[in-house]
């Protein structure tokens, strides 16, 4: 089993990273994608400490969208900064997470959309697999996607929290589905008709963690050991087991990723 997109190099884990990587090994999960914000320099260094624990670790490097406003003054170096992180990670495998989120509307959009755009050129000029992070942004994030051509290198709709219809546009356009603990929510009967619809070809688990544990762990600190419990959930919504959606979510990250 595969954690797909994770934070562990952030300070949350900081004081106890053995114990969450025994937890995640000790509980099948070979690998895991850790993502760093390329304007963090703590996180970009505690990659180091992360990768020597776990063999298995991958990296993808990138501006969030929070993190945009930022770089206001002078977009271009938000890339400059994520080329350097990249080059100076051999462990990078993607480019993200990037994206739209105007739901907290922490950076102004038009500088969440220039940095996005530049960020996917960034990733076709290396060829690396892009990391999408949208909220509340469905349509300018397809739209930019399009006109970036983004589809020239593999796309993951991380945390996707979208309805059938998102989700149909996202497969139409080729893109990977990413989902993690919300699945397991109470109230995402929805989600769980996209878990549900998804070709097992196009599907990857995650956890976000520390953010999203999934029930019966909701308010705890996320750590990677739990996505077994998002494959758990998407297993039972498809009336298949555990095994299957591990395996399958493997060979889409080994696809996607090329760890
Ligand atoms: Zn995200
Ligand atoms: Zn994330």
Known sequence: MIDSHCHIAGPEFADDLDDVIARATGAGVTHA?????ADDEPEIA????????????RFSIGVHPHAAGKFAA???EAVRRVGRAIDAQPLTRGLGEIGLDYHYDFSPRDIQQTVFRKQIALARERRLP????????????FRILEDERA?????????????RGMAGRALDAGFYISLAGIVTFPRADELREV???????????ETDSP????????????????VARVAEVIAETRGTTAAVIARATDDNFVRVFAP
Do not use: K, M, Y
């Open 74 to 76: 002078d977009t271009d």
């Open 130 to 141: 892009v990391v999408i992070h949208t909220r509340e942004a469905e349509d300018d994030t």
């Open 33 to 37: 994608l850790v993502i760093l914000a």
């Open 195 to 205: 878990a549900r619809l998804v070709p097992l070809d196009r599907l990857l688990i």
């Open 211 to 226: 953010f999203l544990a999934p029930v019966p762990l909701r308010g705890r600190r996320n750590e990677p050991a739990n």
């Open 151 to 163: 589809a020239d290198v593999p796309v993951v709709l991380h945390c996707f929290t979208g309805d």
């Open 46 to 57: 505690q990659a180091a400490a992360v990768s020597s624990r776990w063999a298995g670790v």
